[in-house]
């Protein structure tokens, strides 16, 4: 279909603000008087305050007030607190202080005395379902979406049948299966079987989670790091302890998030909780990127194992996965549960058993981050593809294409209940990719040498959901003409707050430079609509703007047969006028039909709302009745199948076996993300995505100190996110299968996680092709391993250990 | 939501009120005015602190008397920044992030890491960058500073690595971006006619999590077409 902005560049409204240094983050937040706010991180990784003594900080000049823990409210079970009297992680947050300078209370919170009682704790999962292993928590030591909180140990026995190396696979909380696993193992021609481990990582954001507030006129005044304007502010009321309604919050820009700054967090609260202590002066609270890694979120590590069975044409017939997550210190994300999900969509196995322990350990809590579960499991399980090819003698690709779905984007089945996809192209995009990176031809000089430097080839898929429902869109044609469209999605550097409401603009025929975007806070009358993350914003908030705009679109016929007389169904959009549709000289300007709209009142400028949108989309459309025409629905279209985002990687590299150095020289991935919206939009999250799996894949973890939980690597350089020499100049490519989704209005579906695992995966096959093939159980791959397969050498680290080197 | 809702740490939180009362509205209130110190005050204050220095001196400066060392008679400065000078108030221990971001205003300048690793406090001290973090502003008093709020012409037109960078859909997030537009500026005065290799290396030191180098190297070398 011809779109007049879908499939079309752009300029974002808010990109020049960010370039000459006008755009507002958190910290960018002054006003006169403004307290500066620090905190007291624990120093035990599981302790428990028997003494905060604030006397002497007090006495510091400059200092206004101390938060403690027994100040604020405390979460229920294993939930994060704000401030904590029973730490459970190393730099959990204990003491608050406010002081007139940063320096000020930077020396308050150094003359604080807090005495605590050291507490049993632990920071490999394996080691705290060993039988007399500790709980990460009071309560218990596992836990997650749908497993209640519990204490599971595993017998000695269940760890001495393990192999050595192997995951021992006791009690798991979580089991399921789908079709006859034992039966195709037994059908199988090669069977593959291996355990692994994937590290954890921070999400290095770049901007920390700081944030400001203030009291006035009995509203709470926030300015928050979010990737979600709208979504995050039920849960910051009440963090805050508030009505939503008595919420004043702006978040117009986040620097970066990657789902640590998925909604509000408690951190973000703080700020408003230490003004109001202080009747209602502005507070600011400035996070150190030392702060970041103490008490900051980071990817759920796992230790797993899986049993692959083939045929011998490479169809995967039976697969057996048993993982092992660490949660951190709080039921964290289910990343496992995507585990289960990646492996069901991408590899379509016949037959499928899965197990899962998620386990809570003395570690920083465990957010979603960027494909969580699904990128570890792309990287967990596709080297194992890599090594079934090379048993079965039958090409990497090959192997792929044969189990990823694809017929027509109709064949997929997903999850345990092997239901509907709303489409899924994978197989379209391996194909699409392997002719577009000649990997055939290129294969063939896999292993060559020159010099010391080897070359491989890696070719890797990976997916996440893409897209949800049921939120509200809200539009506003004012008298002037323009149009308005509220969305509060939020602003995570994707454009597609920006690109998404393009539909809007779409469906009403607009000039795009007649449109405005409203979004950045409450301030902007913003509508309930779900957060930028997992995803799901390109479907999500297309299928609201597209129920807004049609509503305006509705209203617009209505008023010009009010107007000119007929029926709505004589008339039609033309060139922002609606005309009728036998005659286009008879019609009204949409400036005029928004005056009309304002003088009719009711539904027509948002006097009467429909009954089943959310209480804060009333609330925004209550504000602005009267104002214009107000185009307002909840979404209620169709939807049956989960929304699969896809993507293929393949990667070239060059591996120095003397040094260890990876070189890599090009990847291309391509993406099954429905119809494009913003073409360079795509093309900058498929290259930037790239870069970030690479590290992933090669160098970032965490890393714990296990005899003292403290956390080791608390700083960039020594988590090592990629940097610009780290990655190709003009060497990261991208490509579309470009084919509708069925559930989209239109078509369009998300894309920003898999891209990001599909690359990591190829990375990791590629080192693994230039060293001989399957190698390596163990993400990232770091370049000791590195050296380590090349000479041959065992390597140094324990099979399974994790948050360690 | 098929499993997709994001990490909520909000959750299972009691509703109700967050922090304890404190009483009767403005009871407890204490300071609720900017720290005012009269000249006298300060002046006891350098003469009385001394040498106190906290150890959390290095992090950043300090209006208050405690921090006031013997060379504090030395504060005032004259500070130019994007063509303007300013006399401004400057502890030694002080960093050009916390004096252009905090006594300035100009909030452009981010800071990531404090520790010189990520960039994006990436300023030009006579036309050299510097990591403003973790640079002594006291350090810098003779010099020429730019920040990013001035790249642009004084009539808002952008510089052709600002512009070049909205073409090429460079800035994600954004956080990272006032670093790499200083630093390819800088070379840009330099080196008008940069390879693609010396581009890169010229933006090394500024880190981008969203992962967008790509974008902005095609920025640049897009700018160096044009200046």
Partial sequence: ?805 | MDGIGPFDPTVGYPSGPAIKEIGPEGRHIPLWKPLHMSRRAFLRGVVCSGTVIAGSAYLFSTASPARADARAVERMISLTVNGRTHTVDVPPNETLAFTIRYRLGLTGTKVGCNHAECGACTVMADGVTVYSCSTLTHRVRSKEIVTVEGIAAPDGTLHPVQQAFIEELAPQCGFCTPGQVVSAVALLNKNPRPTVDEARHALSGNLCRCGAYDHYLRGVMKAAERV
């Fill in chain 1, 1 to 805: 279909m011809a779109y007049k902005l879908i499939g079309k560049n752009f300029t974002p409204p808010d990109i020049e603000a960010k370039v000459t240094g006008a755009a507002r983050f958190a910290e960018d937040f002054r006003a006169d008087g403004m307290a500066h706010v620090k905190i007291w991180g624990s120093k035990m990784p599981n302790g428990r305050v028997t003494r905060i003594d604030t006397s002497a900080a007090e006495r510091v000049p400059g200092f206004l007030a101390a938060l403690v823990p027994d100040d604020v409210k405390q979460p229920d079970g294993a939930g994060q607190a704000i401030l904590s009297s029973q730490p459970r992680y190393f730099g959990e947050p204990v003491v608050a202080v406010a002081a007139e300078t940063e320096q000020a209370a930077a020396d308050a919170i150094a003359a604080l005395v807090v005495e605590m009682e050291l507490l049993p704790f632990v920071v490999d999962p394996l080691e705290s379902l060993k039988p007399d292993g500790p709980n990460a928590f009071s309560g218990g030591n596992v836990v997650g979406s749908g497993i209640d909180l519990q204490t599971v140990k595993w017998s000695g026995r269940d760890f001495a049948l393990a192999g050595e190396g192997e995951l021992p696979r006791g009690n798991a909380p979580l089991e399921w299966s789908f079709g006859d696993v034992e039966a195709g193992f037994a059908a199988a021609k090669v069977i593959v079987e291996e355990s692994f481990v994937h590290a954890s990582n921070s999400h290095h954001a770049m901007e920390p989670r700081s944030a400001a507030a203030y009291w006035e006129g009995g509203k709470c005044h926030v300015w928050g790091s979010t990737q979600s304007t709208a979504f995050a502010q039920p849960g910051l009321a009440n963090l805050i302890g508030i009505p939503l309604s008595d919420l004043v919050f702006v978040a117009e820009y986040c620097g970066g998030g990657f789902g640590g700054k998925a909604g509000a967090y408690p951190l973000m609260a703080l700020p408003a909780l230490m003004s109001k202590k202080l009747g209602g002066r502005p507070c600011l609270l400035r996070v150190s990127r030392k702060e970041e890694y103490d008490n900051g979120y980071a990817r759920g590590g796992f230790q797993g194992w899986a049993k692959l069975g083939f045929r011998e044409d490479g169809r995967l017939i039976a697969a057996d996965v048993f993982v092992v997550q660490d949660l951190g210190t709080t039921q964290g994300f289910p990343d496992f549960n995507n585990v289960a999900n990646a492996t069901s969509i991408v590899f379509q196995p016949e037959s499928m058993r899965f197990r899962a322990v998620p386990v809570m350990t003395n570690t920083v809590p465990k957010g979603a981050q960027r494909g969580p579960g699904e990128n570890q499991t792309a990287n967990m399980i596709e080297p194992l593809f890599d090594k079934a090819a090379a048993e079965l003698g039958i090409d990497r690709v090959a192997i792929r294409v044969i189990n990823a779905p694809g017929g027509g984007g109709k064949d997929a089945k997903f999850g345990k209940a092997q239901g509907p996809v709303s489409s899924a192209y994978l197989r379209d995009a391996i194909e699409k990719g392997a002719e577009q990176f000649r990997w055939s031809e290129r294969v063939a000089a896999s292993r060559s040498r020159d010099g010391s430097r080897v070359r491989g080839y890696g070719v890797a898929s990976a997916f996440h959901t893409a897209g949800s429902n049921g939120f509200d869109g809200l539009v506003r044609i004012t008298p002037d003409g323009i149009l308005h469209v509220h969305t509060g999605v939020g602003n995570l550097g994707t454009y597609s707050y920006a690109s998404t409401s393009r539909i809007a603009a779409e469906v009403l025929g607009y000039d795009w430079s007649r449109v405005v975007l409203e979004y950045g806070g409450t301030a902007r009358h913003l509508p309930w609509n779900l957060g930028q993350f997992g995803s799901n914003t390109n479907f999500t908030m297309t299928r609201t703007n597209w129920v807004a705009a049609m509503d305006a679109k509705a209203k617009l016929q209505e008023i010009a047969a009010a107007v000119l007389g007929g029926t709505p169904e004589d008339y039609e959009l033309r060139d922002e006028r609606v005309v009728a549709t036998a005659d286009a000289s008879k019609g009204i300007s949409f400036a005029e039909a928004a005056q009309k709209a304002i003088e009719m009142g009711g539904k027509y400028s948002g006097q009467q709302l429909p009954e089943d949108i959310n209480p804060m989309t009333i609330a925004s459309a209550t504000a602005m009745a009267g104002s214009g025409l107000i185009g307002v629905a909840k979404d209620t279209l169709p939807k049956v199948g989960t929304v699969p985002a896809l993507s293929a990687s393949f990667v070239e590299v060059d591996v120095d076996v003397e040094t260890g150095k990876v070189d890599i020289r090009e990847c291309l991935t391509v993406a099954d993300c429905g119809t494009v919206i913003h073409p360079m939009g795509l093309a900058a999250q498929v290259r930037s995505a790239a870069v970030m799996g690479f590290g992933l894949a090669h160098t970032e973890r965490h890393i714990y100190d296990p005899a003292y939980g403290r956390p080791n690597a608390r700083a960039l350089y020594l988590s090592k996110p990629y940097s610009i020499l780290d990655v190709p100049a003009d060497g990261l490519h991208w490509a579309a299968v470009d084919q509708p989704d069925f559930e989209n209005p239109m078509g369009m579906k998300g894309i920003g996680e898999p891209i990001q695992g599909s690359a990591s995966a190829a990375l990791i096959c590629a080192i693994s092709d230039a060293l001989g093939g399957h190698l390596f159980n163990r993400v990232p791959v770091v370049t000791d391993m590195i050296i380590n397969a090349a000479e041959g050498m065992p390597q140094s680290h324990k099979p399974l250990a994790t948050n360690t080197v």
